[in-house]
T-cell receptor
Framework: ELKVEQNPLFLSMQEGKNYTIYCNYS?????LYWYRQDPGKSLESLFV?????AVKQEGRLMASLDTKARLSTLHITAAVHDLSATYFCAVDMWNNNDMRFGAGTRLTVKP | KAGVTQTPRYLIKTRGQQVTLSCSPISGHRSVSWYQQTPGQGLQFLFE???????NKGNFPGRFSGRQFSNSRSEMNVSTLELGDSALYLC?????????????FGPGTRLLVL
């Protein structure tokens, strides 16, 4: 069964600092998604990573995918308070058309 | 361009009842996906519809069903509601399908089953 593990689950950062969120998955897939969710709100798509070595950047966030290691990272550069949210990764299960989410990383950026 | 809309936004039902939720995608989007979010199970994929056909399905019992109309609007139905069905139900639309495309999410429907 596909397992998607994110770590850390909780992350408290100071503004201006850098940090990385990790997303490991247990089966073959070459499609990985990152989403953001603000408290009490819906999901927002951040990145779609479609191949080994894919890297995408938007503002202070950069996502990468290593399909051989079954690992994706979401790197935060010089964090600001507006980045406080919960971040989810999700993986396509290529062999049965399902999709699995990680448990989410709750990020708090403090002044 | 209007975003994804979901109705109703909030709903209270009792065990054993059934419920129908509606999702209107962004104009021109033909794919609609549904997700369930609960504190215990987290985010789970329910199903995806494209051109009125269910194309992908997650691991949910048959009580959960859906359909898509010719205008791409989608409905999901849950029959014989259980307490564990209390959740935030999200729908998302994209141009042609969930794989590799950016999805745009609606605000969600919060369902409480008593």
């Amino acid at each position: 069964e596909l397992k998607v593990e994110q770590n850390p689950l909780f992350l408290s950062m100071q503004e201006g600092k850098n940090y990385t969120i990790y997303c490991n998955y247990s089966t073959t897939s070459d499609r990985l998604y990152w989403y953001r969710q603000d408290p009490g709100k819906s999901l927002e798509s951040l990145f779609v990573l479609l191949s080994n070595g894919a890297v995408k950047q938007e503002g202070r966030l950069m996502a990468s995918l290593d399909t051989k290691a079954r690992l994706s990272t979401l790197h935060i550069t010089a964090a600001v308070h507006d980045l406080s949210a919960t971040y989810f990764c999700a993986v396509d299960m290529w062999n049965n058309n399902d999709m699995r989410f990680g448990a989410g990383t709750r990020l708090t950026v403090k002044p | 361009k209007a975003g994804v809309t979901q109705t109703p936004r909030y709903l209270i039902k009792t065990r054993g009842q059934q419920v129908t939720l509606s999702c209107s995608p962004i104009s021109g989007h033909r794919s609609v996906s549904w997700y369930q979010q609960t504190p215990g199970q987290g985010l789970q994929f329910l199903f995806e519809y494209f051109s009125e056909t269910q194309r992908n399905k997650g691991n949910f019992p048959g009580r959960f069903s859906g359909r898509q109309f010719s205008n791409s609007r989608s409905e999901m139905n849950v029959s014989t509601l259980e307490l564990g069905d209390s959740a935030l139900y999200l729908c998302a639309s994209s141009l042609v399908g969930m794989r590799g495309e950016t999805q745009y999410f609606g605000p969600g429907t919060r369902l409480l089953v008593l």
